[in-house]
């Protein structure tokens, strides 16, 4: 067992965990907090990302106390005073999700794009996003929404 | 995945005392977690070496540009002085898997894994790269030993990867369209005195391509390289490629390089 102590969504975190915790299970079955989805669990598909002091990662290839004395914020961090970030706002709003499985990690991953580039092309945003796989191939929209966020961030 | 013990090293000195037969070093963790996952690889001990402040860093020279084994490939890809210095290895960086993968993966982690399809060993290659250990320095074209293979004895840790800056260069790759992986990649690079045309992803390991990289010698130019045909008996050959369309992929991609150039 170790002890992980990390920031989680603004708040202070620590647990004993055994060292092999990866991060997307320590979130989701230590803290509860199921919005940071677990799909091929091979870091390919992108459901898991989180960021990491502000980048974007994929939380199922990273171990819990590796991201010890760190910053994590999750989906259920975004949202301020109950009201979405924008970029969920973009994606409700141009319909960016089908099943939702993958929305999480996509707009997790969106948002550090735009921290990176105020105002992506269509390509660049397909470019950023290869990580990230929808399976319901709703990607125009995803597109759309990060278009639309990037207009109103 | 099997459980194993976690050690965060606070110095190299440390990392490597702690080695053994059952010990893996820890760096971005993007190929190595996911192979104790899969149950691919088990350690009894997991060595993190990211705490270790002079693993990481860019420096540049005159003459060469030196990064540090724990440096993220979105540092290098961002990087301004790489991309004054070797424009082709930011480039390369800023293709590797995906922007997470880039946010975590490093050079070190990179080239000690040796995936025959990785992209960092076809520049170690072309770029005359010396890799500098916690002993010794090594020079590329005597790391890379075979299939996820190098070099590196029990202990060895990679604390920097030094690029000789070429007189021009470029890196073309045909990705997986799924991993981003080289289905073959393609780095060229013209030196002084010679022309190195290094290829992963056609072989088990890295290589320089001996016939591409005597004709661009002789003639830096595309037309000395059109139509060329590879032999192809060694190369690999899988449901995403044979290995006839890798042998002339490789000469394609070396042509492109050299009109990138």
């Known amino acids: 067992m170790i002890r992980v102590t990390i920031e989680v969504n603004g708040k202070k975190v620590s647990k004993d965990a055994p060292d092999h915790t990866i ?64 970029m969920q706002e973009a994606f409700k709003k141009m319909h960016g999700l089908q099943c939702g499985f993958c929305t999480p990690g996509m707009v997790m991953s969106a948002i550090d794009l735009l921290q990176n580039k105020k105002n992506p092309s269509d390509s660049e945003i397909r470019e950023w996003l290869e990580g990230n796989i929808c399976r319901c191939t709703g990607y125009q929209n995803i597109v759309a929404a990060v278009k639309e966020a990037a207009s109103k961030m | 995945m099997k459980t194993f013990n976690y ?41 993190d070496i990211k705490h270790i402040k002079k693993l990481s860093g860019i420096k540049v020279s005159g003459k060469s540009v030196t990064v540090g084994a724990t440096t993220k490939h979105a540092e290098v890809a961002s990087s301004k002085d790489v991309k004054k210095a070797i424009p082709s290895l930011a480039k390369l960086a800023g293709g590797i898997g995906d922007a997470q993968v880039r946010n975590r993966g490093t050079v070190g982690g990179s080239i000690a894994n040796n995936d025959p399809s990785a992209c960092y060993p076809s520049a170690c290659m072309a770029l005359n790269a010396i890799i500098h250990t916690n002993n010794r320095r090594i020079e590329a074209s005597k790391f890379f ?17 030094e690029f000789k800056i070429p007189e021009k260069s470029n890196y ?6 799924a991993s981003r992986y080289a289905i073959v990649g393609v780095y060229l690079a013209k030196h002084k005195k010679e022309v190195n045309v290094a290829v992963t992803g056609a072989k088990s390991s890295v290589y320089i391509d001996k016939d591409l990289s005597k004709a661009l ?43 990138a150039c």
């Not at chain 1, 939380?59 to 301020?80: F, H, R, Y």
């Not at chain 2, 073309?172 to 369209?177: A, S």
Request: proline share 2%; net charge neutral; with cysteine.
């Open chain 1, 23 to 86: 991060l997307s299970v320590f979130l989701r079955d230590n803290l509860n907090l199921t919005g940071t989805h677990v799909g091929c669990d091979t870091s390919q598909c992108g459901a898991c990302v989180v960021h990491v002091d502000g980048k974007s990662i994929k939380s199922c290839s990273t171990l819990a106390v590796d991201i010890n004395g760190s910053k994590v914020t999750t989906i259920e961090g975004l949202a301020k005073e109950g009201k979405m970030h924008p």
């Open chain 2, 7 to 47: 050690h965060a090293a606070k110095d190299v000195k440390e990392a490597s005392k702690l080695a053994s037969n059952s010990s893996a070093f820890l760096a971005g963790g993007m190929t190595s977690i996911p192979s104790m996952k899969l149950g691919l690889a088990t350690y009894k001990d997991v060595i």
């Open chain 2, 145 to 161: 030993k075979g299939m996820f293979e190098t070099a590196l004895k029990k202990g060895e840790l990679i604390e920097a990867v």
């Open chain 2, 172 to 177: 073309q790759k045909h990705p997986n369209p």
């Open chain 2, 217 to 259: 010698s002789s003639s830096f130019s595309s037309s000395a390289i059109d139509g060329m045909e590879l032999d192809s008996s060694e190369m690999n050959s899988d449901i995403h490629a044979s290995a006839e369309f890798r042998a002339s992929l490789v000469t394609t991609y070396a042509k492109k390089a050299v009109e």
